[in-house]
């Protein structure tokens, strides 16, 4: 009987302990997720401007407060965010660090959108030769080694992005060390719809280049092996940390509108 009872009341605290347990986690993932209630007293401040003109709906502000917090909370910090006029908006950040307040900028208004061209199938001949055709556009390939401040660029003829077209959805981007261990890539999982659409495209153009642009530019151009289905791919970028991390949050949380830098100062 004693046992019985020890058992009971052992059992009992352990759920008490795991309720309380999930209690804290709720909380703490909840206040990790909020906006803070007032500007920090230190820290940095962005101002934007939000271009409402390509908004889709009536809910473009509000959806791009929430992927601007987002983004800053995946970087590991809460922000405080300020209406200035309707298009205009000030993004308060408790970030002292100057290396970290420079790079954090971008979260505050870079648009984030994935996209896949093909590359032209006489690239090297056009590009050597200072020619273009129609239908297609010259965009940069941007390599950047780990650990350094100046990027390689090499241009591409890349299809002209359809008007119409959704765009590609990340559903979840995750940083890995390169194969060579010097940098680091980014692994991704589209979104069901975008996967269909990234399945077709490799599906139908094995052989080809596809160039794997953000914002207007190329992050890589690998060449299509063969069908990949399930949406999942690497983006072999070999950057180093901090920025696969910034490209990561980027492709995970674009901005639903375009948007520019007004100001950024420290406090």
Same mark, same amino acid.
């Given at each position: 009987?004693?046992?019985? =009872?020890?058992?009971?009341? !052992? ?8 309720? $309380?347990?999930? +209690?804290?986690?709720?909380? #703490?993932?909840?206040?990790?997720? !909020?906006? %803070? /209630? ?14 409402? /003109? ?9 959806? %791009? ?17 300020? &209406? ?13 660090? =100057?290396?970290?307040? =420079? ?27 200072? =020619?273009? *055709? *129609? ?12 650990? !350094? ?14 008007? #119409? ?12 060390? !390169?194969?060579? #261990? ?9 979104? &069901?719809?975008? /996967? ?22 190329? $992050? ?21 940390? %901090? ?6 949050? +980027?492709? @995970?949380?674009?901005? &639903? ?5 007004? @100001?950024?100062?420290?406090?």
């Amino acid at each position: 009987m004693t046992n019985s =009872k020890t058992l009971a009341i !052992s059992a009992g605290l352990l759920a008490g302990v795991l309720l $309380l347990v999930a +209690f804290w986690l709720y909380v #703490g993932n909840r206040v990790g997720r !909020s906006l %803070l /209630s007032k500007p920090p007293e230190h820290g940095v401040t962005f101002t934007i401007e939000a271009d409402l /003109s390509d908004a889709q709906g009536t809910n473009a502000v509000p959806e %791009l407060k929430e992927a601007i917090r987002k983004r800053f909370d995946k970087f590991g910090t809460r922000i405080f965010w300020e &209406p200035i006029t309707q298009t205009q908006f000030r993004v308060h950040a408790p970030i002292v660090d =100057k290396n970290a307040a =420079k790079e954090a900028q971008d979260l505050a208004w870079r648009r984030g959108l994935l996209d896949f061209r093909l590359v032209h199938p006489d690239n090297e001949n056009l590009i050597s030769q200072g =020619k273009t *055709e *129609e239908g297609y556009e010259l965009l940069q390939l941007r390599t950047l080694r780990p650990g !350094s401040q100046t990027a390689n660029e090499s241009p591409l003829l890349v299809k002209v992005a359809e008007e #119409g077209v959704p765009p590609i959805r990340v559903q979840q981007a995750l940083i890995l060390q !390169s194969s060579g #261990g010097r940098g680091y890539d980014i692994s991704i999982r589209l979104t &069901p719809e975008s /996967s269909d659409a990234f399945a077709k495209v490799t599906r139908e153009h094995v052989g080809r280049q596809l160039a794997i642009v953000v914002d207007g530019v190329v $992050l890589a151009a690998p060449r299509i092996q063969s069908e990949i289905p399930g949406g999942n791919a690497i983006i072999s970028a070999n950057l180093d940390n %901090l920025r696969a991390h910034l490209l990561a949050i +980027f492709m @995970e949380c674009p901005l &639903p509108v375009s948007a520019r830098l007004l @100001e950024a100062k420290s406090f």
